[in-house]
């Protein structure tokens, strides 16, 4: 018979989010007059509709499809040139940034492109993570062979984890050796927590001193408030040496459904070889993702175009603040109640801390089963996230109010 990639058998029970369904289909099923209550504030899906500027963009372009003369088949598999010139113009020199439109790359989503970097680094990396941390990153990590087995509490051999928690005030510590690739994600998911320039320039001289490569998530700089905190790690001089960022439209724009992001690789990067010979990382991307990417659809990259419009980017700042304020209910509700929260000023998470030391599934239970409300655990983020709990700002502004009514009734 075919042999089966055996990485994929170290795999914890389950992706997270998915196990969350379950246990909430199990929920309704066995109770069917509940079923309808249920709130989710669990994965962030965004809620309210696409920036009207984006749709009519969207439609324009689709329009464009429907005549010869402007009919468009396979596009750039990097991002058309609008796109990317757009990135650059907005999102990188506009904050001083030293970023050129050739080293973004256009692609359907931060997700997928945090776990296929790992295409173009050797398996025998060091690879040191936030623990709690985006779960993405630790599967693909096992997956492509990179990790031992995991032990009792889910960390797995081979991965360096740095745990972030009340304790230390959420800030990691850097690693005491040598490590090669390292994730860090700001504003963070799941804490809600953010990085100063200070923190961010202790990780890049790291980077500089152990020719280590940081792996960027920045997909909710978007929601940054403060206007101390960095929205790129590209803002810190020498970053562009050490480090790879990862954006998204997901989640400011409200394009989860449309699907479209962008990575951005430096021309200065550089690797080794396994023989010591330094070669330069853009070129591997740029092969990777050529070969096994086709590029985002063609109306989708004019939608994500018209979100640095005048209008499109007044709309997505109201629906920004609109996420930010159903935050900012989260908190104050929570707080009310005796919860110890963290997060949720400069990103859509809220992280608190389980009462009455319960652990994280313990506490999503009594809430669905107690308020019918559905959160994430934060054990399934990692060990260190164990006696903590996310909830995410993303819903209606009606739910959200109901939820901090029922969080009063079942935990007050």
Not at 80 to 108: M, T
Not at 135 to 152: C, F, I, L, Q, S
Not at 289 to 315: D, L, M, W
Not at 405 to 412: D, H, Y
């Given at each position: ?75 750039p598999e990097q991002g058309y040139d609008f796109l990317r010139n757009a990135i650059c113009d907005n999102d990188y ?252 000023v400069n990103a859509p998470y809220v992280w608190l801390k389980t009462p009455g030391g319960a652990t994280s599934w ?35 502004r009606a739910n959200v109010e109901e939820a901090v009514e029922r969080f009063t009734q079942s935990l007050g």
């Amino acid at each position: 018979m075919v042999q089966v990639n055996d990485n994929f058998l170290k795999l914890k029970a389950g992706y997270l989010f998915p196990e969350i369904a379950r246990r909430v289909n199990a929920f309704c099923e066995a109770n069917p007059d509940a079923a309808s209550r249920v709130i989710k504030l669990g994965i962030g899906d965004v809620t309210e509709p696409l920036p009207p500027a984006i749709v009519e963009a969207i439609h324009k372009a689709t329009d464009e499809l429907a005549e010869r003369g402007s009919f468009r088949g396979y596009g750039p598999e990097q991002g058309y040139d609008f796109l990317r010139n757009a990135i650059c113009d907005n999102d990188y020199k506009a904050r001083g940034c030293d970023v050129s439109a050739d080293e973004i790359f256009v692609s359907d989503g931060s997700k997928c492109d945090s776990g296929n970097i790992l295409d173009i680094f050797g398996s025998n990396n060091t690879v040191a993570i936030t623990d709690p941390v985006y779960p993405v990153y630790v599967d693909t990590n096992v997956m492509t062979g990179r990790t031992g087995e995991a032990d009792d509490d889910g960390r797995y051999a081979g991965l360096v984890y740095i745990p972030v928690t009340a304790e230390n005030d959420f800030s990691p510590a850097l690693p005491e050796g040598k490590v090669d690739l390292i994730y860090l994600c700001y504003p963070n998911n799941p804490t809600g927590t953010v990085a100063s320039k200070e923190t961010l320039k202790q990780w890049v001289d790291y980077a500089k001193a152990n020719d280590s490569i940081i792996l960027y998530d920045a997909a909710y700089e978007a929601f940054i408030t403060d206007p101390e905190i960095p929205h790129s790690i590209y803002e810190i001089e020498g970053a562009r040496d050490v480090a790879i960022e990862f954006r998204s439209f997901s989640k400011n724009a409200g394009f989860t459904g449309t699907r479209c992001a962008f990575t951005v690789v430096p021309k200065s990067l550089k690797g080794t070889t396994p023989g010591g010979e330094t070669v330069d990382i853009h070129p591997l991307w740029n092969r990777r993702h050529c070969t096994k990417f086709n590029g985002v659809s063609y109306p989708i990259q004019r939608g994500a175009a018209a979100a640095y419009s005048e209008a499109g980017k007044q709309q997505i700042g109201e629906l920004v603040s609109f996420y930010m304020e159903n935050a900012r209910l989260l908190r104050e509700g929570l707080t009310k109640v005796g919860i110890q929260v963290y997060g949720g000023v400069n990103a859509p998470y809220v992280w608190l801390k389980t009462p009455g030391g319960a652990t994280s599934w313990d506490f999503f239970d009594t809430l669905l089963e107690k308020g019918n409300l559905v959160g994430t655990p934060g054990s399934g983020f990692g060990a260190a996230g164990e006696g903590y709990f996310r909830l995410s700002a993303f819903n209606s502004r009606a739910n959200v109010e109901e939820a901090v009514e029922r969080f009063t009734q079942s935990l007050g």
